[in-house]
């Protein structure tokens, strides 16, 4: 290792200093420089022995500890003191001038190493946010056509090449494997690009979830995790049988003598990945059933609080005659007085009319509090329906498109397989099944996609629809823009029909210590966080107590967290 380069400094080092002091001092006391010079022949073996970052700091805190006992003077020093004969600043000086490079301060080597890790994993970490979202986008730009080719040019090939499989028509064959390929390129592309984006999304999550032990954030981003996960897992199967489908069709194009086998294989992928599609959709509509069904078992909020709106109406009716008896006693006393000196009856009127006003304003509470409820038991039941109608469309999206079309997908891939190992010989039946599984499936893509396209459009058309009471104005943008925005289908609705719901939700549960939920009655509270246990954003669900769970939904600050959380539920089984 060659020796370091010794720079010049700029200034004296420690030692030049402490020798200069004491020829200065030569002529002075013998005990004060005899003080002196060992005070600093101790500091200078200390830096030696210790280095210069710790000498630093331990010059640093004495410096500290004797400002804060006794303040001197400018310019007065004890003979002796590590300030008689180096500063903190002199010390820094002489360690970054006069030290070799290769021995840079321990200071400055770790404000180096935390900057410069700090700043390389912020644009490390911005890098694959950036890619996941342009993936994410990339994505749902291919699905539209990825629906269309699944659902019609991937079975109108297969029945075309079964035709011509059956007339002997070369011709057509060729050109309805060479169509099949590319259907299988297209959904191979776009499957693959799935799984990165479904492995991104459950990576995140679950390091959220890690972040956050327990709540709703937890909550939310654990089950999008596992989500997001068991879909890569499956897309990575897809991506496998697409790649199946993909050599099944190449081999007839070039006429291979291994077409079968390619044929066998593709089946057998697309059957598997059928019924493992087909059993993850029954799973889920299984829990849209569960879910369903209890929040059915919460029951008619008006029928259940028909009691509470009824005694707070007669609250309220007894308030009003309170009013009416008050002001009554009001007429008495001034008709009593007339032609009477005001002092023998204006103080008996003013205090009624101090009574008069009191009842008047327990009558605007009570009326106001009966008002409250009654406005409050109409949302919770408008919640309800909302929530029982979002699982019934879960399980009718499901079982169509998963628990139907997927098995008739996997039928045909079973019948394709067994045909090709020439159990059976040219055979309409795979490919009709594939299709009828295809069809429904296009279906729902279809039903989901014009869905969403709806929804963007009402988001920018009629952006106070749907919009939270506490947000300012927004402006609807035009027709033309509107209808921009939707076909903008990478892009997820903000502001919708869910969100909405899920803010009301959260103002009926939430604790008297969120603004605008204090005057929600403790029954209809209760009965909001009830429908939070059947939605499964229960206590068990966010690893709390019952009393800390209560307690997250009286913080404003866990606000944003808990309608996302909500707004997840109300569209999960």
Do not use: C
Not at 265 to 292: D, E, I, M, N, P
Request: net charge positive; glycine share 12%.
């Amino acid at each position: 290792m060659s020796t370091p380069v010794q720079h010049p400094s700029p200034r004296p080092s420690v030692a030049t200093l402490a020798s200069a002091r004491q020829r200065r001092q030569g002529g002075g006391n013998g005990a004060g420089n005899a003080s002196g010079t060992s005070a600093e022949a101790a500091f200078l073996r200390f830096q030696s022995a210790v280095g210069n970052r710790a000498a630093t700091a331990a010059v640093q805190r004495v410096r500290n500890a004797t400002a804060e006992r006794a303040p001197e003077p400018a310019g007065s020093s004890r003979p002796g003191s590590p300030d008689s004969f180096v500063t903190a600043r002199e010390t820094e000086s002489f360690v970054t001038a006069s030290a070799p490079e290769s021995f840079v301060t321990a200071r400055e080597t770790e404000t180096e190493t935390a900057d410069g890790a700090a700043a390389g994993a912020r644009p490390v970490d911005d890098l694959a946010k950036r890619a996941a979202e342009l993936m994410d986008r990339f994505k749902k730009n291919l699905d539209p056509v990825d629906n269309a080719v699944k659902g019609a040019q991937a079975p109108t090939s297969a029945g075309l090449g079964q035709a011509a499989t059956a007339s002997g028509n070369g011709a057509l064959k060729h050109d309805a494997a060479a169509s099949g390929t590319s259907a299988g390129a297209w959904n191979l592309l776009t499957e693959v690009t799935g799984v990165v984006v479904n492995a991104y999304d459950s990576l995140k999550n679950l390091k959220d979830a890690r972040r956050n032990r327990t709540g709703a954030a937890h909550h939310t981003a654990s089950r999008k995790g596992r989500t997001k996960g068991a879909d890569a897992v499956v897309g990575t199967a897809s991506s496998g049988g697409y790649g199946a489908a993909v050599a099944k069709e190449a081999t007839k194009v070039q006429g291979a003598a291994d077409a079968a086998t390619a044929a066998e294989v593709s089946g057998v992928f697309s059957a598997v990945t059928g019924l493992w599609k087909g059993a993850r959709a029954a799973g889920k509509v299984g829990g849209a059933t569960r879910k369903y069904k209890r929040i059915k078992r919460l029951g008619d909020p008006g029928a259940v609080h028909a009691e509470l709106l009824g005694r707070l109406q007669e609250e309220a009716n007894r308030a009003e005659q309170r009013v009416d008896e008050a002001f009554e006693r009001l007429n008495a006393i001034t008709e009593a007085g007339q032609g009477r000196p005001p002092r023998e009856w204006y103080p008996a009127a003013e205090a009624a009319f101090d009574a008069l006003r009191e009842e008047y304003e327990r009558a605007g509470r009570a009326t106001g509090a009966h008002q409250r409820a009654v406005q409050d038991t109409e949302t919770l039941g408008e919640t309800q329906k909302y929530a029982k109608k979002k699982q019934i469309a879960k399980i009718g999206k499901e079982t169509v498109g998963g628990v139907v079309g997927e098995p008739a997908k996997a039928a045909g891939g079973i019948v394709a397989a067994v045909t090709a190992a020439g159990v059976l010989g040219s055979n309409p039946g795979g490919w009709i099944a594939a299709a009828v599984g295809a069809g429904l499936i296009l279906g729902v893509a279809g039903y989901k996609a014009g869905r969403a396209v709806t929804k963007r459009y009402e988001e920018a058309r009629h952006p106070e629809r749907w919009a939270a009471e506490d947000e300012g104005p927004v402006e609807a943008k035009s027709r033309t823009d509107s209808l921009k925005h939707s076909l903008k289908v990478w892009k997820k609705v903000s502001k919708g029909e869910r969100q909405a719901m899920a803010r009301k939700i959260y103002g009926l549960a939430a604790g008297p210590g969120v603004p605008g939920s204090a005057d929600t009655t403790p029954e209809l509270r209760q009965s909001a966080r009830e429908l939070l246990v059947a939605l499964k954003a229960g206590p068990e669900q966010h690893k709390l107590a019952p009393e800390a769970w209560a307690a997250s939904l009286d913080d404003p600050e866990q606000r944003a967290a808990w309608v996302k959380e909500i707004a997840e539920q109300l569209a999960s089984g």
